[in-house]
Nanobody, 122 residues
Framework: QVQLVESGGGLVQAGGSLRLSCAAS????????VGWFRRTPGKERRFVAA????????TYADSVKGRFSISRDNAKNTVYLQMNSLKPEDTAIYYC???????????????WGQGTQVTVSS
């Protein structure tokens, strides 16, 4: 199986930046699409961004387009989420997840990390 550990969360002021990391171990990680999701108290888990197995294609939620950037370094078994121009509504627990396939598809994320808290103050 694949194990995922998120890091890089913290407290940041609105307009600031933060970079999250998702470190992976286990077999076939480099062949899987990886996504970032977030969950806010009182709301459901929502998709944020995804990157294909080779980093060749990315997908973003409308709410973060132009502000967030997902990338990966398969040599380091790590996926990143660069978050710029942060807003209070970005406050959430952020999770990374590995897909069964090499491209982003809802419903086939099968391995999940424990999450990292991001808090954006006004």
């Amino acid at each position: 199986q694949v194990q995922l550990v998120e890091s890089g969360g913290g407290l940041v002021q609105a307009g600031g930046s933060l970079r999250l990391s998702c470190a992976a171990s286990g077999r076939t990680f480099s062949n899987r699409a990886v996504g970032w999701f977030r969950r806010t108290p009182g709301k459901e888990r929502r998709f944020v961004a995804a990157v294909t197995w080779n980093g060749g294609s990315t997908t973003y939620a409308d709410s973060v387009k132009g502000r967030f950037s997902i990338s990966r370094d398969n040599a380091k078994n790590t996926v990143y989420l660069q978050m710029n121009s942060l807003k209070p509504e970005d406050t959430a627990i952020y999770y990374c997840a590995a897909n069964r396939w090499g491209t982003h598809q809802f419903g086939t994320y099968e391995y999940w990390g424990q999450g990292t808290q991001v808090t954006v103050s006004s």
